[in-house]
T-cell receptor, first 113, second 112 residues
Framework: AQKITQTQPGMFVQEKEAVTLDCTYD???????LFWYKQPSSGEMIFLIY??????QNATEGRYSLNFQKARKSANLVISASQLGDSAMYFC??????????FGTGTRLQVFP | DVKVTQSSRYLVKRTGEKVFLECVQD?????MFWYRQDPGLGLRLIYF???????EKGDIPEGYSVSREKKERFSLILESASTNQTSMYLC???????????FGPGTRLTVT
């Protein structure tokens, strides 16, 4: 079965530092997509970044980048220059040949001054 | 501005009640989804729909049903609410494979 693993239940980072949130996926499919979402305490899910399996370049969106290592089946999210507003739950999700998403269990990030 | 709305942010129901959770999207998306979110378990797919009157079971459909009579509206129904259905329920819609899913604000349901 397809699976997403996020091994870090919680992470702390100091403001202005960079942080990496880990995500590994399990698939034998050649075509798939990987997503990261942010969920603040208010509860809404905010799309951050997307990486397709055939994309040769790592995806970037502002301070967010996705470190895509296909051979290792990892899709880590890197947040540069952390801000207090980055404190939230972060979910990695995968998509295989349909538009259904499979989510990991999430990582709670706390940014401290 | 794209939008997915859900009928309630907070809902308290009694065991055995029939519960309706409504979701409406204004993006003309064909594909809509219902998830529940529980601590430590992430988001789990309950049901999804690819078109009006079409529905498919997700990973945890037991105890739930859905209705999609119009393209923009996707309803989740708890036929007889139980305490183990206390959870956060999230609705989403998407334009297709490779596109992000847009989520509603969520409904926190408590069944007592």
């Amino acid at each position: 079965a397809q699976k997403i693993t996020q091994t870090q239940p919680g992470m702390f980072v100091q403001e202005k530092e960079a942080v990496t949130l880990d995500c590994t996926y399990d698939t034998s499919d050649q075509s798939y997509g990987l997503f990261w979402y942010k969920q603040p305490s208010s509860g809404e899910m905010i799309f951050l970044i997307y990486q397709g399996s055939y994309d040769e370049q790592n995806a970037t969106e502002g301070r967010y980048s996705l470190n895509f290592q296909k051979a290792r089946k990892s899709a880590n999210l890197v947040i540069s220059a952390s801000q207090l507003g980055d404190s939230a739950m972060y979910f990695c999700a995968s998509q295989y040949n349909t538009d259904k998403l499979i989510f990991g269990t999430g990582t709670r990030l706390q940014v401290f001054p | 501005d794209v939008k997915v709305t859900q009928s309630s942010r907070y809902l308290v129901k009694r065991t055995g009640e029939k519960v309706f959770l409504e979701c409406v999207q204004d993006m003309d998306h064909e594909n809509m989804f219902w998830y529940r979110q529980d601590p430590g378990l992430g988001l789990r797919l309950i049901y999804f729909s690819y078109d009006v009157k079409m529905k498919e079971k997700g990973d945890i459909p037991e105890g739930y049903s859905v209705s999609r009579e119009k393209k923009e509206r996707f309803s989740l129904i708890l036929e007889s609410a139980s305490t183990n259905q206390t959870s956060m329920y999230l609705c989403a819609s998407t334009g297709g494979i490779g596109y992000e899913q847009y989520f509603g604000p969520g409904t926190r349901l408590t069944v007592t």
